[in-house]
């Protein structure tokens, strides 16, 4: 399985970002297809611990390589983020990355991460994206960033199309 293409999750994503200042590898780049202010829909605003105000900023973007759309993508911040790093609701890439760009900007740092995952049939919205037939299946990656402090700082969507291996992970067998 190592010939294959793995299209790395945030957690490899990060690692690139603080080793080498750039999210992507060679050949990869994204569109941002959306940026700004939105009421969060409810998983976004419970991940986000948002209770009176539901109103976030999002980044959505469409990452590609030479064969199309590797994955579609939405971060989420809560409104206090959003307010202290404005670069957030502009529809240019952050070269620094997403994550590093918000620690920066607002003193908090990024400390633990956990993932959910299922399959699901893409929305319309997804299959149009990734370029897939209506009704395809999708793997959705749900990405919480936690701080030092245990509070939620993004939180992720991403949707991987069928026949694209998103993730691999190596374990010793004792």
């Known amino acids: 399985m190592r010939s294959l293409e793995v299209n790395r999750r945030a957690r490899e994503l990060y690692g690139r970002a603080r080793q080498t200042g750039k999210i992507y590898t060679p ?8 940026a ?15 209770v009176k105000d539901r109103r ?4 959505r973007r469409v990452t590609n390589n030479q064969d199309g759309p590797i994955n579609l993508s939405t971060s989420w911040f809560a409104a206090d983020v959003g307010q202290r790093a404005p670069k957030l609701m502009d ?26 995952m299922c399959a699901r049939a893409a929305t319309d919205e997804e299959a149009a994206d990734l ?14 960033v936690f701080d030092l402090q245990d509070r ?10 069928p026949h694209r291996w998103a993730f691999e992970q190596g374990y010793p067998l004792t």
């Open 56 to 59: 976030a900023v999002h980044r």
């Open 152 to 161: 939620p700082l993004e939180f992720a969507e991403a949707t991987y199309p």
């Open 131 to 144: 370029r897939l037939e209506q009704g395809s299946a999708v793997l959705i990656v749900h990405h919480v």
């Open 36 to 50: 700004g202010w939105l009421e969060a829909p409810d998983y976004v605003a419970e991940a986000l611990g948002l």
């Open 27 to 34: 050949g990869e780049y994204a569109v941002i297809t959306s």
């Open 91 to 116: 529809p240019e890439r952050i070269q620094e990355g997403t994550l590093t760009y918000v620690e920066r900007m607002t003193g908090r740092q990024g400390s633990y991460a956990e993932d959910r």
